[in-house]
């Protein structure tokens, strides 16, 4: 029980990874508020959760929406009196229809403003409204953990990604570090995970964009020559590293889960 009755936030944690993250902490032992923009699976995430016997409190939010941050941290307050564990996982995944065939994508080329415009509101505004939000409180117990989630577009560009995604986790990347400089006097860490290339609901790599991710990813789960992507449960597991005591000295870093697709 590494979380044992810490109360967490996890943004975008009604599917997927934000999903999976969720369940781990509330099988550690913490109380975890899921937020996500759409009812339906929001509820069913909560569901699946007070199933395996785990205390949560589910928050249709949108992160980009600074006001609706702000209401849903007080939500939080308001029921457990307490935040002690921050999960930035809410984003828009790149939407490019050339990232289907890798050898038709042009990034820049096929960006929108529109489309430019939410990914950053979402990916990097939303992560700075979230942080923003729960500082507050932190600096008032004197604890806290933020873990933000990254990706290898914010650190070598990453592969299948459009600018606005590589900008905002880059900028996310930074973000991290200069909190890490600012809060560590009042007991709070912030760290990032970075996934490797995973599949979720949210994202689908068609059999082009295998071929090409297997040439740069050197590590085989189980030796077995298919298995090159990221699951859940090993990006839950990097969370919950930093959400505990286990990292008690650890700030301002990341843990890249990439099965050795970038390296340092």
């Not at 939303?126 to 933020?146: L, T």
């Not at 905002?168 to 760290?191: D, P, V």
């Not at 919950?240 to 890249?256: M, P």
Request: net charge neutral.
């Amino acid at each position: 029980m590494l979380v044992k009755d810490k109360v967490a936030i996890v943004t975008g944690g009604s599917r997927g990874l934000g999903k999976a993250i969720a369940m781990t902490l509330v099988k550690e032992g913490a109380r975890v508020s899921i937020w996500g923009r759409t009812p339906e699976p929001l509820e069913q995430a909560a569901k699946g959760i007070r199933a395996e016997g785990g205390e949560v409190l589910a928050i249709r939010t949108d992160v980009s929406d600074s006001a609706q941050v702000n209401n849903s941290v007080q939500k939080v307050l308001d029921t457990w009196g307490k935040i002690d564990i921050l999960v930035n996982n809410a984003g828009v995944l790149p939407q490019l229809t050339g990232l289907a065939d890798p050898s038709k994508a042009n990034p820049f080329l096929d960006m929108t403003d529109e489309s430019w415009a939410e990914e950053i509101a979402t990916d990097l505004s939303g992560v700075f409204y979230c942080m923003r939000a729960v500082i507050k409180p932190m600096i008032e117990q004197h604890s806290g953990r933020i873990i933000n989630i990254g990706s290898l577009a914010g650190v070598a560009g990453g592969y299948f990604s459009t600018p606005a995604y590589s900008a905002s986790k880059a900028g996310l990347m930074g973000m991290s570090m200069l909190a890490a400089r600012w809060l560590g006097k009042y007991g709070i860490t912030i760290n990032v995970v970075n996934p490797g290339p995973i599949m979720t609901e949210g994202a689908a790599f068609g059999p082009s964009q295998l071929e090409a991710l297997g040439r740069t990813i050197p590590f085989r789960r189980g030796g077995v020559e298919t298995e090159i992507l990221c699951k859940p449960e090993d990006i839950a597991n990097a969370v919950l590293y930093f959400a505990s005591e286990l990292s008690s000295f650890v700030t301002g870093t990341r843990i890249n889960v990439l099965g050795g697709q970038h390296m340092g």
